[in-house]
Every structure is written in C-alpha cells, then in structure tokens.
Nanobody, 125 residues
Framework: QVQVMESGGGSVQAGGPLRLSCTSS????????MGWFRQAPGEAREAVAC????????YYLHSVRDRFTISRDNAKNTLLLQMTDLKPEDTAMYYC??????????????????WGQGTQVTVTS
C-alpha cells in the first residue's frame, strides 16, 4: 500500500523558520515528481513547491520563491520543505504529494495521484 506521511508542522512566529518532512513507502518506482501543496480555510488547495524525480527541476509558488526550498533524498524516500521568513499568510494545512505530473515546469492539484494526510502550519504575527 502506497503511503506518504508528513511531519514537522507547528506554530511559529512571523519571520521564523520551519521544516516539513515527508516520507513515502510502498512506491516501487523512484522516478516520480513530488511536491508540497497547502490549503487555508475557505481557500482552494494550491501548489507550493514541486520537484522532479532527480531534483534539478523545481517549481515554486511566486509568493514563496526565495523563502522556501524543496529538496528530496531518494535513498531515504524523503521529501523536505525548508521554510524561512514565514508570514501569517503562509498559515495553512500543508500536504505532501507524490506521483504527480509536472507540465511545462508547473504542478497542479489535478495532476496529483497520491496525497498525505497533511500537517498544520500556523504563523502568528
């Protein structure tokens, strides 16, 4: 059974850092893009950052570019999201996504096949 599980969420003051981790199991093919998505209350889920199978190609939501860094360690089946200079508007449930399709360098909710349960990130001002 394929599973992805997030960890590392929590509450942090504005300007602070936080790192999210995602571990996957049951995926037999490492050749798949992965990503982080988020959903705030009353808002649609959106792609935050995605990375292709080998790592050189990434996508970032414009508002997090230069603050967030996505990376992956295929040997450990781990996906990371390093977040810095967090802002209250970054508050959301963050979801790890696996086996998704990146089109023309972009990723979208409709192109994700596997979702994690989510981890809450709350940024206080």
């Amino acid at each position: 059974q394929v599973q992805v599980m997030e960890s590392g969420g929590g509450s942090v003051q504005a300007g602070g850092p936080l790192r999210l981790s995602c571990t996957s199991s049951g995926l037999t093919d490492e050749d798949y893009p992965m990503g982080w998505f988020r959903q705030a209350p009353g808002e649609a889920r959106e792609a935050v950052a995605c990375i292709d199978s080998s790592g050189p190609k990434t996508y970032y939501l414009h508002s997090v570019r230069d603050r967030f860094t996505i990376s992956r360690d295929n040997a450990k089946n781990t996906l990371l999201l390093q977040m810095t200079d967090l802002k209250p508007e970054d508050t959301a449930m963050y979801y790890c996504a696996a086996d998704l399709t990146m089109l023309h360098g972009y990723c979208a909710v409709s192109l994700v096949n596997i979702w994690g349960q989510g981890t809450q990130v709350t940024v206080t001002s």
